[in-house]
């Protein structure tokens, strides 16, 4: 999950950059092609697919709606919302994946579990509001990041429901089996998109963030999550997230973006904390 972390993070810079040159529903098409080729080779040179795997594929369409639905959203939001605070907005989704964990699969919250969530919340606002408590106090959201929170409320259901719904399956088959389907899904919603995109006149900041987002941060990304939610608690799963606004900062330097104001780092020293307290075995 700390790999996870680092790698979605890119995501964000890079999406940022690149979302108003593509129709989201033609660049997720792609994204979720280049990746489920990845990780189908992956299965199949590894453990191989079973015919066992291939049973209720109603699980994959379930779940490749639902990250399909986020990724859309993502990049739909990152038209007008900043990447650090998008990447805030990611942050309220442990909050969310433990609801949904205790609607699924009855995974209780304990008391500092639910101080933490609840510190990660607080940062996570701070950030999205800029440190301006006028805004907060007048709830003045921006339209991008309203429109990636619907995402997110899909990628917080996903994490338990992974759980739930996996038969035994290997993290990787399981994955190309979610990838599959939610690529049909997108094909199928976005075929007049995908057809209506000049491919060839896009422009470089296009191609390095689809590689980037197909081969990092889905492919590499989605295995890496499957293998930690079929062994932790949803709640403590999506707790590396409160890392992401941290990484973010660090790709924005990186690409000559500059650094945000100081007291929007108080946002993520809470979300660091509620990190650490989150990540502490229960006895």
């Given at each position: 999950m700390?790999?996870f972390?680092?790698l979605?993070?890119?995501?964000f810079s890079?999406g940022?950059m690149?979302?108003p040159?593509?129709d989201?529903?033609?660049?997720?098409v792609l994204r979720f092609l280049?990746a489920?080729?990845?990780v189908?080779?992956?299965?199949?040179?590894?453990?191989?697919i079973?015919?066992?795997a291939?049973a209720a594929?109603?699980r994959y369409?379930?779940?490749?709606?639902?990250?399909?639905?986020?990724?859309?959203?993502?990049?739909e939001?990152?038209?007008?919302?900043e990447p650090v605070s998008a990447?805030?907005?990611?942050?309220?989704?442990?909050?969310?994946?433990?609801g949904?964990?205790w609607?699924t699969l009855?995974q209780?919250?304990t008391a500092?579990?639910?101080?933490?969530?609840a510190?990660?919340?607080?940062?996570?606002?701070w950030?999205i509001f800029?440190a301006?408590?006028?805004k907060?106090?007048a709830?003045h959201?921006?339209?991008?990041?309203v429109?990636?929170?619907a995402?997110?409320?899909?990628h917080?259901?996903?994490?338990?429901?992974?759980?739930?719904?996996?038969?035994g399956?290997?993290a990787v088959?399981?994955?190309?089996g979610m990838?599959?389907a939610?690529?049909l899904l997108l094909?199928?919603?976005?075929?007049?998109a995908t057809l209506?995109?000049?491919w060839?006149a896009l422009?470089?900041?296009?191609?390095i963030t689809?590689?980037?987002t197909?081969?990092?941060?889905?492919a590499?990304?989605?295995?890496?999550?499957q293998?930690?939610?079929?062994?932790l608690?949803?709640a403590?799963?999506?707790?590396y997230?409160?890392?992401v606004p941290?990484?973010v900062?660090?790709w924005?330097?990186?690409?000559?973006?500059?650094?945000p104001?100081a007291?929007?780092?108080?946002?993520?020293?809470l979300?660091?904390?509620a990190?650490?307290?989150?990540?502490?075995?229960?006895d």
């Amino acid at each position: 999950m700390l790999a996870f972390s680092a790698l979605v993070a890119g995501s964000f810079s890079l999406g940022a950059m690149a979302a108003p040159l593509i129709d989201p529903l033609a660049l997720t098409v792609l994204r979720f092609l280049l990746a489920g080729a990845l990780v189908g080779t992956a299965a199949f040179a590894t453990t191989g697919i079973r015919r066992s795997a291939l049973a209720a594929p109603w699980r994959y369409l379930i779940l490749g709606a639902l990250l399909a639905t986020y990724f859309v959203l993502m990049f739909e939001g990152l038209k007008t919302a900043e990447p650090v605070s998008a990447a805030a907005v990611f942050t309220l989704t442990p909050l969310m994946a433990a609801g949904f964990g205790w609607l699924t699969l009855r995974q209780r919250l304990t008391a500092r579990m639910g101080i933490a969530l609840a510190i990660g919340a607080a940062g996570a606002l701070w950030v999205i509001f800029r440190a301006d408590l006028g805004k907060l106090l007048a709830l003045h959201i921006g339209y991008g990041e309203v429109v990636y929170f619907a995402g997110c409320v899909a990628h917080a259901l996903y994490a338990p429901l992974v759980r739930k719904l996996n038969r035994g399956e290997p993290a990787v088959v399981f994955t190309f089996g979610m990838m599959v389907a939610g690529w049909l899904l997108l094909a199928l919603l976005g075929a007049p998109a995908t057809l209506a995109t000049d491919w060839p006149a896009l422009p470089a900041i296009v191609w390095i963030t689809l590689v980037y987002t197909a081969v990092f941060a889905s492919a590499a990304t989605f295995v890496l999550l499957q293998y930690a939610t079929l062994r932790l608690p949803a709640a403590k799963v999506m707790a590396y997230t409160y890392l992401v606004p941290s990484w973010v900062i660090l790709w924005e330097i990186a690409l000559g973006k500059g650094t945000p104001p100081a007291l929007v780092l108080v946002g993520v020293a809470l979300s660091v904390t509620a990190l650490a307290l989150l990540l502490k075995d229960e006895d």
